[in-house]
């Protein structure tokens, strides 16, 4: 189908973690390492059903970032001051993946953020990043009472952006939000990896290597 700006797709949305920041496997494992937790800590709690109740809860702004830090902190054994923050310290920028979204917006592609939340207080991952000057639309979960992969999430973020889901591209770490979008019409892209992300993106939008 075509669209109105002359390439395959009209919209893309990028999520946030480990897609246009650095991949969370390594920001985890950073992070056990400087809490002396053995490896796999984070994720095995993360698995528990209380661990997934904790980031179900914080993601739609039904607990906030200090309630989450107290009770993951009581799973995987560690202090829990500032928990969030010391967990994404090693959350840097994927520079190469923003060069691409802020040349597919001045190439007239609509672009946008949608990220379950982690909060905003007192650490805000967001910060740094200018992601309402970078990308037409930003969609954080929390403040919509919806997460990813409810389909809601993706309705909402293609009505913010006007595109339709069949014109549109999904850019994530997570095969499960990549199937949900995909069953709405939207092209899946998985992003494990920065540079082959960049040069898949690149590809798939038709954007020249500068």
């Known amino acids: 189908m075509a669209t109105t700006t002359g390439h395959a797709y009209g919209g893309v949305i990028f999520d ?3 897609v246009l920041t650095f991949n969370m496997v390594e920001v985890i494992s950073y ?3 400087r809490e002396r937790l053995p490896r796999g800590t984070f994720l095995r709690a993360w698995a528990d ?3 997934q109740d904790l980031f179900r809860r914080l993601e739609l702004g ?4 200090t309630d989450w830090n107290a009770g993951f902190a009581a799973l995987i054994g560690v202090e829990p001051d500032n ?3 010391r967990y994404l310290h090693d959350a840097f920028p994927a520079h190469q993946v923003l060069k691409v979204a802020r ?3 001045a190439a007239g592609i609509k672009t946008a953020v949608l990220s379950n939340s982690l909060g905003r207080e007192p650490y805000d991952p967001y910060a740094g990043f200018d992601l309402h000057g970078t ?3 930003v969609v954080l979960s929390a403040e919509h009472g919806v997460r990813k ?3 809601a999430i993706f309705r909402l973020v293609l009505a913010k952006l006007g595109v339709p889901a069949e014109q549109c591209l999904l850019v994530d770490d997570s095969e499960e939000n990549l199937a949900a979008a995909h069953r709405l019409g939207i092209t899946p892209l998985l992003a494990l990896d920065e540079q082959v992300a960049t040069k898949r993106l690149r590809h798939l939008l038709d954007l020249p290597d500068v």
Request: charged letters at 30%.
């Open 149 to 151: 992969p409810d389909p």
């Open 135 to 137: 990308f037409d639309e």
């Open 31 to 33: 992070f056990e390492d």
């Open 103 to 105: 040349q597919a917006r």
């Open 83 to 85: 928990l969030m923050a």
């Open 62 to 65: 039904e607990i906030g970032q």
């Open 49 to 51: 059903p209380r661990g």
């Open 16 to 18: 946030f973690f480990g």
